[in-house]
């Protein structure tokens, strides 16, 4: 057992507050944010190096014992997640810094950041269910903050889609805790485990599993609960759709894989069937519509909804392989989306619109800007050498080693219209002739990019480092699948029902 | 507001004993029902009484303080002792007491430190809500409150 796991969620929680008070001096409270963010992506790559070379790290809150108490694991899944989340708020929080209009800062704009950045690390360290539901809230308070901050009417009906949808996938996630406390009588994720192995009523446990499959599948946008974010996602200014294009999305791909994969894993193979054809329905559904958008930010929204659909796929495979090639997947498309979108917001601060028809030439006139999109671009189509050439490999590696041809040439067929839909951004924003004078527009501050460019560069590392990185996922994914070894680490070597029998 | 006679005596009565109450509340909430939860709501009830009986500027007088700053304040202050038991080598938030109660106040340690941000917290959240609602105008007719809805 250690006792750090907690800091990473203290430290924005005591920043976060601190900036609401002395909100007045902007200086230090962008300082506090910045500092907060470094802290959390240098703690979490340290936790991602001692979980990768010592195993599942366990603190317990208040030194209560696991199944009593509140539980934090961080497994490889989890220590990967908090990594990404926190690198990617932290390039967030750069472009904000270069970005953001000033008078958002008064409507809370960086407590809110690192409030939604607390409640996402919150989410990927809990070990008990129920607190999983409370780090949901959490996110999505502030992120309901952050969707209609600036209050425009666009921005207040998608942040209503948002609210009603997500409410709902809660409410489902509540019911669906509620019956598995009546069933298991623990929430300790562990626990639940361990108990469902023996005490399994196999109605009632697929009826759970379906409500939670509902729940994160709602703020996974898997189909057909996707509406919300194309609405939500490209009405805020570009960095908040660019954090929520990183993290929003890929929460609910967390609880779907740890609730899938750890706690309840019997289901998870009763359920693959009905999963690979939601990843596959999700798939083309999403590319049809950012086929069919002219707005720079709907496209990429609609290729994010398309993408659950290849983690759902991973998921649905039931097996080491393709959750850890979901995992590869999600990490590369975390890394490579938040970067198209921060490429997106200089785009459209360069043209002074997001509208597709409206742009143009800006390949002659930001060649830089170009250049990084292009590699985004091919990074998010999957072409080698850049990073998602991999994910989607070993996707499809897993796909037919288990012999589901089906869905795999499904994902490959899939893919070239995700390729032709970001081409059609290419087309439009930077290859053909400007539409409108641009000449007096002011030119792109290069410092803009450079959050864009570091990401990109960690895309082509991850694609030409593959070894190692598919090395880590394919650990994670045996991880996840290892609900023994889970036990062991939340609740020591005897099993949860040891300790609470210990104590009477 | 609401003019009413008998209320504003009675809330001009009972603001020093809920005042009271809720710092009796916040002090017994270790071991028995109470807590900082629980005592930064009846203090908030004093203060929504005075807002009920003679209106947000009556309100605003009871505590000078801005009410968000002082939610925020409770929360730092609450996660805040939390920290002290990590220097011990504990997991955060594992409770050190002072080995001999005080007369009058009871035992002192990190939870009671901990429920005084949370009846901070409480008092900030709850007060702003309430305030915000009563002092809230239409948003037509004013800019000020915001940027407007375009």
């Not at chain 1, 002659?364 to 994910?391: C, D, N, V």
């Not at chain 2, 309100?59 to 968000?68: E, F, G, I, P, Q």
């Not at chain 2, 009871?106 to 002092?135: C, H, N, R, S, Y």
Request: hydrophobic residues 55%.
């Amino acid at each position: 057992m250690v006792n750090h796991l907690f800091l990473p969620l203290v430290v924005p929680l005591i920043s976060a507050a601190l900036s609401v008070m002395l909100g007045r001096w902007r200086l230090l409270t962008r300082t506090l944010t910045l500092g907060a963010s470094l802290f959390n992506l240098g703690y979490s790559g340290w936790l991602l190096w001692l979980v990768s070379s010592a195993g599942r790290q366990v603190t317990q809150a208040s030194a209560w014992a696991a199944p009593f108490g509140i539980a934090l694991v961080a497994d490889l899944l989890g220590a990967v997640m908090l990594f990404l989340a926190a690198l990617l708020m932290f390039c967030t929080i750069i472009y904000s810094l270069l970005s953001m209009e000033p008078e958002y800062e008064q409507f809370f704009y960086y407590p809110l950041l690192l409030l939604l950045l607390l409640g996402v690390s919150g989410a990927f360290l809990t070990g008990d269910l129920f607190n999983l539901y409370v780090w949901f809230e959490v996110l999505l308070m502030s992120s309901f903050g952050l969707v209609t901050i600036g209050g425009s009417r666009a921005q207040l009906t998608g942040g209503l889609k948002y609210v009603a949808l997500n409410l709902i996938g809660s409410t489902m996630f509540l019911i669906g805790s509620g019956l598995i406390y009546g069933l298991a009588g623990t929430l300790n994720m562990a626990h639940i485990g361990e108990r469902l192995i023996t005490q399994s009523e196999p109605g009632l446990t697929t009826v759970i599993a379906t409500l939670f499959l509902f729940a994160f599948g709602s703020k996974a946008a898997l189909a057909p609960l996707f509406f919300w974010l194309p609405e939500s996602y490209h009405t805020p200014p570009p960095a908040v759709s660019a954090i929520f294009s990183a993290l929003m999305t890929k929460v609910g791909v967390y609880a779907l894989y740890r609730v899938f994969g750890t706690v309840l894993p019997g289901e998870l193979v009763r359920l693959a069937p009905l999963i690979l054809v939601l990843g596959g329905t999700t798939m083309v559904l999403g590319v049809f519509g950012a086929l069919n958008q002219t707005e720079i930010r709907r496209v990429l929204s609609f290729t994010i909804i398309s993408e659950i659909g290849f983690v759902a796929m991973g998921l649905g495979f039931a097996s080491a392989a393709g959750l850890a090639a979901g995992l590869l997947f999600t990490a590369h498309m975390m890394i490579v989306k938040t970067a198209l979108f921060f490429l997106a917001g200089a785009a459209e601060q360069v043209c002074g619109t997001g509208d597709m028809r409206r742009m143009g030439g800006l390949a002659r006139r930001e060649p830089a800007l170009a250049t990084l999109w292009f590699l985004a671009m091919i990074a998010l189509a999957g072409i080698p050498p850049m990073s998602g050439f991999f994910g989607k490999l070993a996707l499809l590696q897993a796909g037919v080693s288990q012999g589901h041809y089906l869905i795999s040439g499904w994902a490959v067929l899939v893919s070239l219209f995700i390729f032709l839909a970001i081409l059609k951004i290419w087309h439009e924003v930077f290859w053909k002739k400007p539409v409108e004078d641009l000449s007096q527009r002011p030119r792109l501050a290069p410092a803009l990019l450079i959050p864009g460019a570091l990401l990109v560069i960690l895309s082509l590392v991850i694609g030409i480092g593959a070894g190692p990185v598919a090395e880590l996922s394919t650990q994670a994914g045996t991880q996840i699948l290892d609900l023994p070894g889970y036990i062991e680490a939340t609740c020591g070597p005897a099993g949860c029902d040891a300790v609470t029998l210990r104590s009477h | 507001m609401y003019d009413s006679i008998i209320l504003r005596s009675v809330a001009r009565l009972m603001l020093p004993i809920l005042l009271m109450l809720a710092v009796f509340m916040l002090l017994r909430g270790h071991n028995l029902p109470g807590g900082g939860f629980i005592g930064g709501l009846v203090a908030s009830c004093a203060i929504i009484l005075q807002l009920v009986a003679f209106g947000p500027e009556a309100a605003r007088r009871v505590l000078r303080v801005n009410y968000l700053g002082l939610a925020a304040f409770g929360v730092f202050f609450a996660a805040l002792w939390g920290l002290p038991s990590l220097i011990g080598g504990q997991p955060y938030m594992t409770s050190l007491w002072i080995p001999e109660p005080i007369p009058g106040v009871g035992k002192i340690g990190t939870p009671v430190l901990f429920d005084l941000g949370v009846f901070f917290g409480v008092i900030g959240v709850t007060t702003q809500i309430a305030l915000l609602l009563a002092e809230e105008r239409r948003p037509r007719e004013t800019h000020d409150a915001g940027t407007p809805a375009t």
